[in-house]
Nanobody, 121 residues
Framework: QVQLVESGGGLVQAGGSLRLSCTAS????????MAWFRQAPGKERELVAG????????NYVDSVKGRFTISRDNAQKRLDLQMNSLKPEDTALYYC??????????????WGQGTQVTVSS
């Protein structure tokens, strides 16, 4: 069982930056693949960035490549998402997720409660 708690969301102007963090409970954080999903009002949930258990495989949705960076610290049981050059279309509720198998999937077993990111134009 893993519990995930996100932090770091907020309101920022276009072009600004935010850093989201996710802290996890449980002893096996280092074996989980982690990811950030987001969902904007009226839109489908989207996989934004994922990282495998060891941090050696990282993927991003095309719309955030070059602007967002996902990272993890297994010793601290923490997942981060550095978001730069934010755009109004990045506005969404962002979720931290964990997959048991060590590889990111689109149906992770564990979800945080979400943190709101709002980018004003």
């Amino acid at each position: 069982q893993v519990q995930l708690v996100e932090s770091g969301g907020g309101l920022v102007q276009a072009g600004g930056s935010l850093r989201l963090s996710c802290t996890a409970s449980g002893r096996t954080f280092g074996t989980y693949a982690m990811a950030w999903f987001r969902q904007a009002p009226g839109k489908e949930r989207e996989l934004v960035a994922g990282i495998n258990w060891s941090g050696t495989i990282i993927n991003y949705v095309d719309s955030v490549k070059g602007r967002f960076t996902i990272s993890r610290d297994n010793a601290q049981k923490r997942l981060d998402l550095q978001m730069n050059s934010l755009k109004p279309e990045d506005t969404a509720l962002y979720y931290c997720t964990a997959d048991r198998g060590g590889v990111v999937t689109r149906t992770p077993a564990y979800w945080g409660q979400g943190t709101q990111v709002t980018v004003s134009s």
